[in-house]
């Protein structure tokens, strides 16, 4: 409680408070530990088009974490935008290289098989596999589309602040 005071609790934000937060605490030099056995809840969104709009705003979120500190964005936060682009440039692709725009579509297919018969043995749950099929492409795509716009505005355009979807999408 002392360090949460002391470094001026929760943040501003709409979403990333809690990375932001615990940026500030390592920071501080604080120690940090990792719960193994911690039990977090998240509240899930109805549908998939809810689901886009929360994973959006989270890769508008890492955007806006990276202009208060550089730090808080790290080659991985790039992996999502990236396959979103490459996704997108294939589809452009098609008309003037069929044979690539069909190869990365096998490889992106093979990729999300593996995801998604790892997720159904990892829960011992088949239905699992087959909802991460839908699921996935949302989640990528998603976060993908945010990052990429937020980055625009922020550091190409040097907006101020830039939001996702605003109104409620639960």
Same mark, same amino acid.
């Given at each position: 409680?002392?360090?949460?005071?002391?470094?001026?609790?929760?943040?501003?934000?709409?979403?990333?408070?809690?990375?932001?937060?615990?940026?500030?605490?390592?920071?501080?030099?604080?120690?940090?530990?990792?719960?193994?056995?911690?039990?977090?809840?998240?509240?899930?969104?109805?549908?998939?088009?809810?689901?886009?709009?929360?994973?959006?705003?989270?890769?508008?979120?890492?955007?806006?974490?990276?202009?208060?500190?550089?730090?808080?964005?790290?080659?991985?936060?790039?992996?999502?935008?990236?396959?979103?682009?490459?996704?997108?440039?294939?589809?452009?692709?098609?008309?003037?290289?069929?044979?690539?725009?069909?190869?990365?579509?096998? #490889?992106?297919?093979? *990729?999300?098989?593996? @995801?998604?018969? $790892? =997720?159904?043995?990892?829960?011992?749950?088949?239905?699992?596999? !087959?909802? #991460?099929?839908?699921? *996935?492409?949302?989640? @990528?795509?998603? $976060? =993908?589309?945010?990052?990429?716009?937020?980055?625009?505005?922020? !550091?190409?355009?040097?907006?101020?602040?830039?939001?996702?979807?605003?109104?409620?999408?639960?």
């Amino acid at each position: 409680k002392t360090l949460f005071e002391k470094i001026g609790g929760f943040g501003s934000l709409r979403h990333g408070q809690d990375i932001e937060l615990s940026n500030r605490i390592i920071k501080e030099q604080a120690v940090v530990k990792l719960l193994d056995n911690a039990i977090v809840y998240h509240r899930r969104r109805t549908t998939l088009l809810k689901f886009f709009r929360q994973v959006f705003n989270w890769g508008v979120a890492r955007v806006n974490l990276a202009k208060m500190d550089i730090k808080m964005l790290q080659i991985v936060h790039f992996l999502p935008s990236t396959a979103t682009a490459i996704f997108f440039f294939s589809i452009i692709g098609i008309f003037f290289y069929p044979n690539i725009f069909i190869s990365l579509m096998y #490889l992106y297919f093979m *990729i999300l098989s593996a @995801i998604c018969i $790892y =997720g159904g043995l990892k829960t011992h749950n088949i239905k699992v596999s !087959f909802n #991460l099929f839908l699921v *996935i492409p949302f989640q @990528i795509m998603g $976060y =993908g589309l945010g990052f990429i716009l937020a980055f625009i505005k922020r !550091f190409i355009f040097g907006h101020s602040s830039f939001t996702g979807f605003e109104k409620k999408y639960y």
